[in-house]
């Protein structure tokens, strides 16, 4: 993928960014606290503690270790460095046993004079308080050996006495307990005196002296807020961006030129752009609200690849509106007016939109412009346009007001385009194949072009119905709304009816979708190679007698001699529209014998399908 498609691809999901974003910078705003508080990891510092020459015996590692993390070591250090907070200090503070006669405390402060002050303050703390516990442990079991002491001396005694007042002869039995009783006193008077000499000095030492270096702090462990929400911003705005990029690997619905080109078969005559929120709300044409607006600008190119390519009809010279003389009608009874039907696959492809938004653009070059609002399921055109509602093309179609086709064109809110509204929306006309041919016959004769909007072609029928009548069917298609299989279908049931198809017309583009792919035949390749049917060859010379077979789907030639429109009689006997053999919009030529000298400057037309190509 371009870089340039990357970027649209995250315009595309950038409701899935933001919400990444957002949810990050909540989650770094509860987790980080509050203020830019001090950063206590910034120095490390390490001392150790290790029993006192002579009491490695008698002091224990675990014993030194359960003290030291206990709250009132912690207490002690707090108030020798003046700090009112004990949690503070437990907080900054790690103390581990590396072996069994040494222990290492650690702690953490945002200077070096601070955290070798807390090192050394805890050091002192554990070896006073230590001190002081193992001091009073030894004062209690002096108590208790003295006590013990005082009970062997009086044993003793007694012994001694019964020793001097017997007889030489029992005095050896005596002898024994003599001794046994003044060695177990020696014993409790020889630990009674080492514990009193334990007792006068420290049970343990600090080892060496304190060891300070300073911390390797980095963002994940910084404390400060502002860092930390930078940060959470940060890894939420990738994890969106990885997520978009994954979505959009999974979605296929069509988006770009090329990959509508290659779905449908057909070259994409014009690309819109993607509207703002508030210009999709307007309810009249783009082309007349924003005439200096970019989307109006595609719409006027659609108008004129589609005049340069369409039927030959569609490119006579405009007539005039505003008098309907004699030799408007008379001109209009030469060349009856083309029918236009822009079809979609889905509804919300933007069809109407592209009905209204042609039809205004078509009007600005002089046309009188004939919309048909044949889209019975919802029509909304009338909307569009400016018109209210009433009886229209239900009721024509079923036969209620056949002869009345004039009094149900009505004018809209666009100089020189005029509407026949859908009518009546919960009757579906059952005669739309049978009268749908002479409604459109009688409406060439009322304006220049003919526009019909239609239901979508995946949805119901009635665009099926319509599009044999038709002199050319224009396509809309919106980016991200058709997937490849349903752009199939719809080139399917398109391929069938062999109506020449000009092209597409892609909505809701955002910015340049890649070059056009140009095959070597001059073009896409035509519609009709998608059906299962083999295309039939193309017509070298008219045929001699009117027909309804078409020769082939898309941009084949039409029958030119003595038919009308679609190869049946026009009015009066008089030639209908033929398009000549050439190819599509992507290049090719038409021949020269159109319209004849009704066309007026006809002889340049290759320069301007030249021109139209190298667009």
């Known amino acids: 993928m371009e870089p340039a498609n990357h970027f649209t691809v995250l315009r595309r999901y950038w409701r899935l960014l933001v919400g990444c974003t957002l949810a990050a910078l909540v989650v770094g705003w509860v987790l980080t606290p509050a203020g830019d508080t001090v950063d206590n990891a910034k120095w490390k510092c390490k001392v150790a503690i290790t029993p006192v020459a002579g009491a490695g015996d008698t002091v224990r590692a675990d014993q030194v270790l359960s003290y030291a993390q206990g709250s009132d070591v912690a207490t002690a250090a707090a108030k020798q460095l003046g700090i009112a907070d004990a949690a503070a200090v437990i907080a900054r503070r790690t103390v581990t046993a590396d072996s069994a006669q040494m222990l290492s405390i650690a702690t953490t402060g945002p200077t070096q004079q601070s955290c070798s002050d807390l090192a050394s303050a805890y050091s002192a703390a554990i070896i006073k308080g230590f001190s002081d516990e193992s001091a009073k442990s030894a004062a209690e079991t002096i108590r208790k050996l003295q006590a013990q002491a005082d009970g062997q001396q009086k044993q003793l005694d007694d012994i001694q006495q019964q020793y001097s007042r017997s ?25 009674i005196s080492k514990l009193q000499n334990g007792a006068q000095t420290d049970a343990i030492q600090q080892w060496g002296s304190i060891d300070a270096r300073q911390g390797a702090g980095n963002l994940l462990t ?24 994954m979505l959009s690997r999974m979605d296929t619905r069509l988006r770009t030129r090329n990959a509508v080109e290659e779905a449908f078969n057909l070259p994409v005559i014009g690309e819109v752009p993607q509207l703002s929120r508030r ?13 200096s607006d970019p989307a109006t600008e595609a719409y006027r190119s659609l108008r004129s690849t589609l005049l340069l390519t369409g039927p030959d009809t569609l490119a006579l010279p405009a007539g005039h509106t505003d008098r309907e003389g004699a030799e408007s009608v008379s001109r209009r009874l030469a060349n009856p007016a083309p029918v236009v039907l822009v079809a979609s696959g889905r509804s919300g492809d933007g069809r109407t939109t ?23 399921r919802h029509p909304q055109a009338h909307a569009h346009l400016g018109v209210g509602g009433g009886p229209g093309m239900a009721e024509l179609l079923s036969g209620e007001q056949l002869g009345e086709l004039d009094e149900l064109i009505r004018p809209t809110n666009v100089e020189g385009v005029f509407l026949i509204t859908g009518g009546n929306t919960t009757a579906y006309p059952a005669a739309l194949v049978l009268r749908a041919g002479e409604v459109l016959r009688r409406a060439r004769l009322q304006a220049d072009v003919i526009l019909v909007d239609t239901s979508p072609l995946l ?21 991200g709304n058709v997937t490849p299989e349903q752009a199939d279908r ?3 049931l398109l391929s069938r009816t062999g109506v020449p198809v000009a092209g597409v017309a892609l909505l809701g583009t955002y910015g340049a979708s890649g070059r056009r792919r140009r095959t070597t035949g001059g073009g896409p390749a035509p519609l009709g190679a998608r059906s299962a049917q083999p295309a039939l060859p193309r017509a070298t010379t008219p045929p001699p007698a009117p027909s309804t077979d078409r020769s082939g789907p898309s941009w084949a030639r039409r029958s ?15 030639g209908g529209p033929s398009w000549q053999g050439g190819h599509n919009a992507a290049g090719g030529h ?3 014998g159109g319209h004849g000298g009704a066309a007026g400057g006809d002889h340049d037309e290759p320069a301007l399908l030249r021109e139209a190509e190298e667009r």
């Open 167 to 191: 007889s030489l002869a029992d005095q050896p039995k005596l002898l024994p307990k003599l001794t046994a009783a003044s060695t177990s006193l020696t014993a409790t008077l020889t630990s």
């Open 222 to 245: 910084s404390p400060s807020r502002s860092l930390r929400l930078g940060l959470a911003v940060s890894l939420g705005l990738a994890l969106g961006i990885v997520a978009a990029l």
């Open 279 to 291: 210009l999709r709300r307007l309810r009249e044409p783009l082309v007349r609200a924003r005439p």
């Open 354 to 376: 592209t009905v209204a938004n042609l039809a205004a653009a078509l009007a600005e070059t002089g046309r009188k412009v004939l919309v048909l609002d044949c889209d019975f």
């Open 459 to 479: 949805h119901a029928n009635d665009a099926y119905d319509l599009v044999q009548h038709a002199d050319a069917v224009l396509v809309a298609v919106r980016s």
């Open 490 to 492: 719809v080139a399917e």
């Open 560 to 574: 030119a001699g003595g038919g009308g429109a679609n190869g049946r009689g026009g009015p009066g006997g008089q």
């Open 590 to 592: 038409r021949a020269s």
